[in-house]
């Protein structure tokens, strides 16, 4: 019996080390994501970890952030890294245990406006031009704001591009994740220019972010159920505060 059990463990650990990694759709967005970043960002640092605890190897694949999406919804990929919780994605995506708690702000250019808005209107009457990442999920409200608003609204496919039409003065504010918006503003910018850049108060929108599993993927309640409870012991072991230290210390 002990043999036995020897022998089915041993086939089942060769038939995971030895198969094709588990491909995951991703998008650029330093310091989470990124072919360029070390460990391929902050979180698909943890994602890679957390699957190996599991002794199964991922691979990520870059792409624009909608194109991931679309593609992991029609199954081509198993999930798709990260994204923000929405009640939009739960028709077509299965969410994983929570990744991050995320604060997404406003940034702007100093001015002499309030450094505080109240709601959409504030920068409706003001006629301020918002600047968006094309792909990305934010909230409900400001989507509908920008649908009313289109001539106030610039769509573009990053966020570096929109902090430098910011400091163009082509656009006056710019909703980001707020970790992800410094790190853009320190990385890229002077030190003259980043004195320029301030965050609204109070934020867009609290959350977190998650990896997406596709409904439409045959295996995905299977990686699923092994995400997470790899994910645990990350937490567990401590690992998964080693990983948040190196992204506070700019490790990424």
């Known amino acids: 019996m ?14 995971t080390v030895c198969a094709e990694p588990l491909q995951i759709a991703t998008g650029e967005s330093k310091p989470y994501a990124s072919a ?50 929405s009640p939009k994605h739960q028709q077509d995506f299965i969410a994983s245990a929570p990744l991050n708690n995320d604060r997404i702000v406003f940034f702007r250019k100093r001015s002499d406006l309030p450094v505080d808005w109240s709601g959409f209107s504030f920068f409706s009457d003001n006629k301020l031009k918002m600047g968006l990442n094309r792909g990305y999920t934010y909230s409900p409200e400001l989507w509908a704001y920008a649908d009313e608003n289109p001539k106030l609204i610039s769509i573009v496919n990053s966020g570096e591009q929109n902090l430098r039409m910011l400091l163009l003065g ?22 003259e220019q980043r004195s320029l850049i301030e965050v609204m108060r109070p934020s867009l ?3 977190q972010s998650h990896l997406m599993f596709s409904r439409k993927h ?13 994910l645990d012991k990350l937490k567990l072991n401590g690992r998964l505060e080693t990983l948040k230290n190196r992204l506070i210390e700019g490790y990424y």
């Open 36 to 85: 360029t970043s070390k460990d391929e960002g902050y979180l698909n640092n943890i994602i890679r970890e957390a699957f190996a605890q599991e002794r199964i190897e991922v691979e990520f694949v870059y792409m624009p952030w909608s194109r991931s999406y679309k593609e992991a919804q029609m199954g081509k990929y198993i999930a798709t890294s990260f994204w923000f919780d």
């Open 170 to 191: 082509r656009i006056d504010v710019f909703p980001e994740e707020e970790v992800t918006g410094w790190y853009l503003i320190n990385r890229h910018f002077s030190e």
């Open 2 to 15: 002990k043999w036995s059990h020897l022998a089915f463990s041993l086939v089942f650990y060769i038939a």
């Open 218 to 230: 045959p295996k995905a309640k299977h990686y699923l159920s092994a995400f997470n409870h790899g």
């Open 205 to 207: 929108k609290n959350t």
